[in-house]
C-alpha cells in the first residue's frame, strides 16, 4: 500500500484527475459575503496577529483512533475492526483495539485539554457502539459513555462539538446490503443522528454529520486501501458517493427534527484547497471556478443542490442516478461549514474550456514525516476565504488541522518537536490574515489532541500535541503543546 495515499489528500489528487489581493473589499466581491463590523475592526489587529474577540480554539479526536474498548459494553464491531484485523491491511498488523484507552481514560484526557486552556473539543461518536448493528434497538451502555464524557468536559469549561460519522461503519450494514452503496445506510444513518440529538443536543450544541467524504469514500470503496476495503467500478463508486451525501442530508433533517432548540448543525469536510499559484485577479478567480468543480461529488453538491455540469459530464454513462427530492434533501441547510485542511493544490489560470489547471508539486517541494503532507500554510487562508465567497457561508471552523512529526523522545524524555511548532505558526498566521479580511472563521481545532491510532498507518505516524507510549498509555506534553497553550492564552499568532 502507497504511502502516498492519504485520509486526507485523497479527494486532492481525485479533484486534480478530475478536472495579490488581501484586502477584504477586494476579495469579497459583488455578491459575496461582506464582514461585518467586528470583523472589519479586527483588521486592524492583523499587524499584531490576534484573533477576534471570543475566537475558539479546540482539539480533535476520533472514536477508533482513541477510544479502544473495541468489545465492552456492547459495542458492535465497525468495518475498521474488522479491516484492521485483515493480515496485511494495517502497518504492522495494527488495530484500534485498545488505541489510547481513551473510554477508561477520557476524564485524564479532558485534562489534558484543560490545561492546554482550549474551549472546545470535536470528538466522534462510535456508531456500533450506540447500535452494534447500525439499527435496531439502541444500546443503553452506549450512549451511557458519551453522556459521561460531554458532563466531564462541560464541568471543565469545555465545549462539546460531537461528530457523529468518522468513518466506523457498523460492519453489519456492510455484511448487509454493501454499506453506503446502498441507500439503506443513509437512511440508518439518519434515523442514529435522530437518537444521538435527542439524547445530547441538551448538551451538545454543535453536532457535524459526516467527516471527510473526500476520504473514507474514496478510499474506502474505489482502491481499498481504507475500510471496507473494496473497490468498485466507476458507475457504483459514483452512486455510492451519492448515497453518503443523502445519509448527510437524512441526518441533518433528523437533527433539526430531533434536537432541543438552538442546536447547530453541520458538516466536518476535507474538500481540495484549491490556492492561486500567485495572487492576481485572472489565478484568483481560476482557484474559484476550480474549488466548485474539483469539490463538485461532495461539498459542492452540498451546498448548491445540485452536481455540476462538468463533474455530470465527465461521468457520463457512470454519473449518478438522482431525483429532484434527494437534492433537496442533501442541500439542507447548514448552521456552519466544518472544513479539514492541511495542504493546498494550486491552480492556475489557463485558456481550457474549464478556465484553471492544477500546477503539479516538483519533487522538491518542502512536506513534513507523512510523504503526502506538502507543506502549504496559504491553504489555511484560500480554504475558508473560497468557502465564505463561494457559497456565502457565515460560520466557519477549522475542524482539523497539524502535521506528523517523528517526534523521538529526547534524554529527558521530552519531544522538542520544532516541526510542528514551525507548521502551526506559519499555518495559524494564514488563518489569522483570514480573521482579518473578514472571512467568519469562528474557531479552530488541532489535530490531533495527543497521538493515536493512525488508520492503515497505525501507529507510525504521530499527529499528537502529547506524546503517547502505547505500552503505558502515559500522556506527555510535546513542545508544540506549549506553544498551542500560549497561542490559545493569548490568542494570537506567537
Not at 457523529?164 to 439503506?184: K, R, T
Not at 473514507?216 to 470503496?221: I, K, Q
Not at 471552523?397 to 529527558?412: L, R
Request: aromatic share 12%.
Amino acid at each position: 500500500m502507497s504511502k502516498r495515499l492519504s485520509r486526507r489528500t485523497f479527494g486532492t489528487v481525485i479533484g486534480a484527475a478530475a478536472v495579490g489581493a488581501s484586502q477584504a473589499s477586494r476579495l469579497f466581491a459583488a455578491g459575496a459575503a461582506a464582514p461585518d463590523a467586528a470583523a472589519a475592526a479586527a483588521g486592524d489587529a492583523s499587524a499584531s496577529r490576534t484573533f477576534p474577540p471570543g475566537f475558539l480554539w479546540g482539539t480533535a479526536t476520533a472514536a477508533y483512533q482513541v477510544e479502544g474498548a473495541a468489545t465492552e459494553d456492547g459495542r458492535g464491531p465497525s468495518v475498521w475492526d474488522t479491516f484492521s484485523h485483515t493480515p496485511g491491511k494495517t502497518n504492522a498488523g495494527a488495530t484500534g483495539d485498545v488505541a489510547d484507552d481513551h473510554y477508561h481514560r477520557y476524564k485524564e484526557d479532558v485534562q489534558l485539554m484543560k490545561s492546554l486552556g482550549v474551549k472546545v473539543y470535536r470528538f466522534s461518536i462510535a456508531w456500533s457502539r450506540l447500535f452494534p448493528t447500525g439499527k435496531g434497538a439502541p444500546n443503553p451502555k452506549g450512549i451511557d459513555f458519551y453522556n459521561r464524557l460531554v458532563d466531564e468536559l462541560l464541568a471543565n469549561g469545555i465545549q462539546p462539538f460531537a461528530t457523529l460519522y468518522h468513518w466506523d461503519l457498523p460492519q453489519a450494514l456492510q455484511d448487509n446490503g454493501g454499506g453506503w452503496e446502498n441507500p439503506d445506510t443513509a437512511k440508518a444513518f439518519g434515523d442514529y443522528a435522530g437518537y444521538v440529538a435527542e439524547h445530547l443536543s441538551d448538551r451538545v450544541n454543535h453536532f457535524f454529520t459526516i467527516n471527510e467524504f473526500g476520504a473514507f469514500v474514496e478510499l474506502g470503496y474505489r482502491v481499498g486501501v481504507h475500510a471496507p476495503g473494496v473497490k468498485l467500478p466507476p458507475g457504483r463508486f459514483n452512486q455510492t458517493r451519492h448515497h453518503c451525501v443523502l445519509g448527510h442530508g437524512l441526518a441533518v433533517q433528523a437533527i433539526r427534527a430531533k434536537g432541543k432548540a438552538g442546536t447547530k448543525v453541520g458538516l466536518a469536510e476535507n474538500m481540495t484547497i484549491c490556492a492561486p499559484v500567485i495572487e492576481t485577479d485572472a489565478h484568483i478567480k481560476a482557484a474559484e471556478e476550480a474549488t466548485r468543480q474539483v469539490n463538485a461529488q461532495y461539498m459542492t453538491v452540498i451546498q448548491e443542490g445540485k452536481y455540476t455540469d462538468l463533474y455530470l459530464k465527465n461521468a457520463g454513462a457512470d454519473a449518478p442516478k438522482f431525483t429532484d427530492a434527494e437534492l433537496k434533501t442533501i442541500s439542507s441547510p447548514l448552521d456552519f461549514v466544518g472544513i479539514n485542511i492541511y495542504t493546498p493544490i494550486y491552480v492556475r489560470a489557463d485558456g481550457s474550456p474549464q478556465g484553471f489547471a492544477v500546477v503539479p508539486h516538483p519533487k522538491s517541494f518542502p512536506r513534513v514525516a507523512s510523504p503526502w503532507l506538502f507543506v502549504g500554510p496559504e491553504a489555511l487562508y484560500w480554504g475558508p476565504r473560497h468557502v465564505a465567497k463561494i457559497w456565502n457561508v457565515k460560520e466557519i471552523y477549522i475542524t482539523e488541522n497539524g502535521c506528523s512529526s517523528s517526534d523521538i523522545p529526547a534524554a529527558d524524555g521530552l519531544v522538542y518537536d520544532t516541526d510542528r511548532v514551525m507548521y502551526l505558526r506559519n499555518y495559524l498566521t494564514q488563518l489569522q490574515r483570514a480573521t482579518a479580511d473578514g472571512v467568519p472563521v469562528k474557531g479552530y481545532f488541532c489535530w490531533s489532541l495527543m497521538d493515536n491510532f493512525e488508520w492503515a498507518d497505525g501507529y507510525t505516524n504521530r499527529f499528537g500535541l502529547h506524546y503517547v507510549d502505547y505500552d503505558t498509555q502515559k500522556r506527555t506534553p510535546k513542545l508544540s503543546a506549549q506553544f498551542y497553550k500560549e497561542v490559545i492564552a493569548q490568542s494570537r499568532v506567537l
